[in-house]
């Protein structure tokens, strides 16, 4: 008598492997040490960010930063678990990978094979650990659960070949959240339209048909879309939030360091990625041997290729981009799962034992000690001991944690002038030099690591220098 795991007992032993697996991954998070410091500079800002939401600022008119809205609303979920620790957020964080990834992976475990899944989601993991550089509560990991929702909603509608008006209205809600996160992840869903094209062509339906399941799935997006835009609208920010999130994003792009080949060869080449290369070769063995599913691996190796030119090469910021690829990881899992269909049991032992191979540093990570030593600043602990209550601050650089290690609230909608100081013509560095001329901060905390531009000289003429290290400058109003 064959064995067979029953259907729910398989649901929830899929989301038990989830929620372990990414409690593992996050268990050396920074956001578990309680020191915003310890934190990288960007998830500082998406942090300080919701801090001045919750207060009552408007997003991109009175707090300024240029990633989608929707990383706010995460981050001010997070903070409102726990308000005195990021422990909120590191638990919002865990909760919406696991409710993200579990549906795909037990979709994928009962129409193929639960070992086969468990493998992908293996493998998946170890990708993500191997580029979230820069640690976590970033756009591209919240992304994953939102690529790999979109999956599921578009291949549950592909499966019962009734384009479910619900899950597309759902599939259109997940895609309009990821570009909501940022623009240029929408990149990662583009296989669900090819596949979709594809099976809808090679079934009774119409391109008529097609293109009625477009518009379904334009619904979901536009009501994911609609209250962020009545928001704005109610608050007079509308111009303002396009400006951050659309032109600003394009601005900040063609100020690209490197170029796209340089960009890719630094992330993917310099330092030897054995496991992307071996699901591309893998995949590529698989389509020769295997003619059904060369049409599902040239779609998915297509989107591969693509999403490593636009989430990486574009942006050309070389070395600096490696956690740009972290929302790769559920097309992986999709290639790994189409590369293990049909596989005889041995077969899926043997992928198995390779998926543990490269989980295996994310274990020794896991198990390895890794203290959080404060990263409070000499020039914060003199500003600390010279500050008078109800003073402003300036941070010329991108320590967004400043303010918090302070207490002190800066004097202009922008926290951090890091790239906003690139460029001292932008409209934007006109609009940051008139709100500080109109109130001046008491100090001015300068990171010398960013060039000191024109523009920030004539904003220190009237400030003094107090104090200095070989990495900061402290300045006060004279």
Known sequence: MK???????????????????????????????????????????????????????????????????????????????????????????????????????????????????ITALVCMISWIFRTKTIGDNLPEIYAISLIALSYYFALKCFETKNQNRFLSILLGASIMSLFLLKPNLIVLVFPLFLWGFYTLWHSSYRVSDYMIWIKIISIGGGLVLLPFVMYFAYHHALSD?????????????????????????????????????????????????????????????????????????????????????????PLLAWLLITIGTSFQKWQLYVLFAIALFFFRPVWLHFVSDKPYPSLES???????????????????????????????????????????????????????????ADQKADWVLFEMQYPMKNCVINILRNYKQVYATDKEQVFQLQ
């Not at 989107?303 to 990486?312: C, N």
């Not at 914060?380 to 209550?389: A, D, E, V, Y």
């Not at 967004?400 to 951090?416: D, I, R």
Request: charged share 10%; aromatic share 14%; glycine share 6%.
């Open 3 to 117: 064995f067979t795991i029953a259907p729910t007992f398989l649901s929830v032993l899929i989301v038990l492997i989830v929620g372990v697996l990414t409690a593992i991954l996050f268990s050396h998070s920074a956001l578990l040490s309680g020191d915003m410091a310890a934190l990288h500079i960007d998830s500082q800002v998406y942090i300080h960010t919701a801090h001045q939401i919750l207060q009552g600022k408007i997003l991109y008119k009175e707090v300024f930063d240029h990633k989608g809205p929707i990383m706010y609303v995460v981050n001010c979920l997070g903070i409102l678990f726990c308000r005195k620790t990021f422990f909120g957020l590191w638990l919002s964080q865990w909760m919406i990978l696991v409710a993200g990834l579990s549906p795909l992976f037990i979709f994928w475990a009962k129409k193929y094979n639960p070992l086969l899944s």
């Open 241 to 329: 939030a396009l400006f951050a999130f659309w032109t600003f994003n394009f601005s900040y792009i063609s100020t690209q360091k490197r170029s796209l080949i340089e960009s890719i060869s630094q992330v993917f080449f310099n330092t030897p990625n054995y496991f992307l290369w071996f699901v591309i070769t893998a995949a590529l063995v698989k389509a020769l041997f295997t003619k059904d599913v060369r049409m599902v691996v040239g779609i998915l190796l297509l989107s591969v290729v693509l999403s490593i030119v636009v989430l990486v090469g574009i942006p050309g910021r070389g070395s600096e981009s490696y956690h740009y690829a972290i929302p790769l990881a």
């Open 378 to 436: 000499a020039a914060i602990q003199f500003i600390n001991t010279h500050k008078k209550p109800l003073e402003t601050l300036c941070v010329l650089g991108n320590r967004s944690a400043a303010y918090e290690q302070t207490g002190l609230t800066c004097n202009t909608s922008f926290f951090y002038t890091y790239p906003i100081l690139e460029n001292c013509g932008s409209t934007i560095n006109e609009t940051f030099l008139k709100q500080f």
